[in-house]
């Protein structure tokens, strides 16, 4: 489970910073979250693939979360998409888009599947073979969630000593992974837990941004190994965080550290900040394993 950062600044693009955007990838399987102008630009030096793009969510329809959609689905057109993509947004949006898409890509070769977030709910809204996802209400000044990307659990790795020493079938293999134990011809049962090793454990992901401070919710970050959350002032402009419905720093801190996840990683600095260490060292002097974001950064999970 890796999280490629494309943009983790606010409101305004800079030199420094791309609007919000990253992709979390899961073996191979992609899934976009947010949408800030600029985001094909770093995908492109990612280089990670427009077409395993399976699903992109949005947090809310503030122009620096969605401003590259349009362009992101007209590029996919031009490229020959053919599998649906699916989009998972506050119904606001779902209007918005549908004219864009009216006047700026005719004839798209492929489906685009809207799906409306309810941002007053904790519920899951896609699942896949790989991962599930689940919406998260968050506190901005219009409709906004945020999401948690969790790995289905995975099946236990085969011993493949033990399987040739009992000379087991290939077409028993599935059973045996899926927890049944091996009886030979004999008739001596074998112990599933003999002939595997546990799997990796799951690892879970969560996108908090944009949101004022809630003290609570830490509670519904139960489980989470990684936590991105906003941090677009220092204390030094705590008065503006909390009137345009932000976070500072040391609010994403404690956060992390009610939650108990194991790293902090935060974004969406304001362009104020040409020196993001300020933000850094308030964080860190509350959850220590606190880093800063940056475009094209790889956390892995």
């Not at 990612?46 to 620096?64: E, P």
Request: with cysteine; glycine share 4%.
């Amino acid at each position: 489970m890796k999280v490629t950062i494309l943009g983790c600044g606010s409101a305004l693009p800079t030199m420094h910073h791309n609007n919000a955007a990253q992709v979390v990838e899961v073996e191979g399987h992609l899934y976009l979250i947010d949408c800030g102008e600029g985001t094909q630009v770093w995908l492109r030096r990612s280089k990670l693939s427009f077409s395993r793009i399976a699903a992109v969510f949005i947090t809310h329809i503030h122009g620096d979360h969605v401003f590259g959609l349009i362009g992101l689905i007209s590029s996919f057109n031009l490229l020959g998409r053919d599998k649906p993509l699916h989009i998972f947004a506050p119904k606001e949006l779902e209007d918005i888009l549908s004219t864009q898409i009216r006047m700026f890509c005719h004839d798209l070769s492929y489906e685009i599947v809207f799906h409306v977030v309810d941002t007053k709910q904790n519920a899951v809204i896609y699942e896949d073979e790989k991962v599930s996802v689940c919406s998260l209400p968050l506190s901005h000044r219009m409709p906004c969630a945020g999401f948690i990307v969790s790995e289905k659990r995975k099946l236990p790795h085969i011993r493949r000593e033990m399987i040739d020493f009992y000379k087991i079938p290939e077409y028993k293999i599935k059973d045996i992974k899926n927890g049944n134990d091996y009886v030979t011809p004999e008739g001596e049962t074998i112990p599933f837990t003999r002939l595997t090793t546990p799997a990796e454990p799951p690892r879970s992901y969560a996108y908090c941004s944009d949101t004022r401070y809630l003290p609570d919710l830490h509670k519904s970050l139960d489980g989470v190994h990684v936590l991105y959350h906003e941090a677009t002032y220092a204390n030094d402009r705590k008065e503006m965080a909390a009137r345009y419905f932000h976070s500072t720093a040391e609010e994403a801190a404690k956060v992390a550290k009610a939650a108990q996840v194991e790293r902090l990683y935060i974004g969406h600095y304001s362009q104020r900040y040409m020196d993001e260490n300020i933000l850094l060292d308030e964080a860190k002097a509350v959850f220590p394993n606190t880093f800063l974001t940056y475009e094209n950064m790889e956390i892995k999970v």
